[in-house]
């Protein structure tokens, strides 16, 4: 099956840039879609942040990432850089989490591949 893990995730102190690694930890690759791959980013009690594709719409951009439709093969890593924007209060800045905060994230790139964690801001 499909599945994959963020590594290393971490946020910049102005909550704008999002970065990790993302590697497929199934035994299939699957399709990197920017249109299907859906972030949720949450409060440690639930509440959600926000919730958008990395369709390079006014929540999330991309800034660095393979690119759109690439496969990702098994074991392969890739590293990811999410800019998060103030449109619909993606931004994590200081006025929604303080610093050492916990933040939950999952993300569904379609299919049955979905990642899931928490990171401190």
């Not at 290393?8 to 249109?35: E, I, K, M, Q």
């Not at 800045?93 to 994230?105: H, K």
């Amino acid at each position: 099956g499909s599945s994959a893990e963020f590594r290393d995730v971490a946020v910049t102190a102005d909550g704008v840039t999002l970065t990790f690694n993302l590697r497929n930890t199934g035994s299939v690759p699957f399709v990197l879609d920017y249109n299907t791959s859906i972030l949720t980013l949450k409060e440690v009690d639930g509440t959600i942040i926000c919730t958008n594709s990395w369709d390079e719409d006014t929540n999330i951009t991309v800034a660095s990432a393979p690119l759109n439709g690439s496969t990702i093969e098994v074991n392969s890593l890739h590293s990811i850089i999410l800019s998060l924007t103030a449109a619909k209060d993606c931004v994590l800045s200081d006025a929604v989490l303080g610093a050492g905060e916990t933040v939950q994230y999952s993300n569904y790139f379609g299919g049955d591949v979905v990642v899931g964690g928490s990171f401190e801001k």
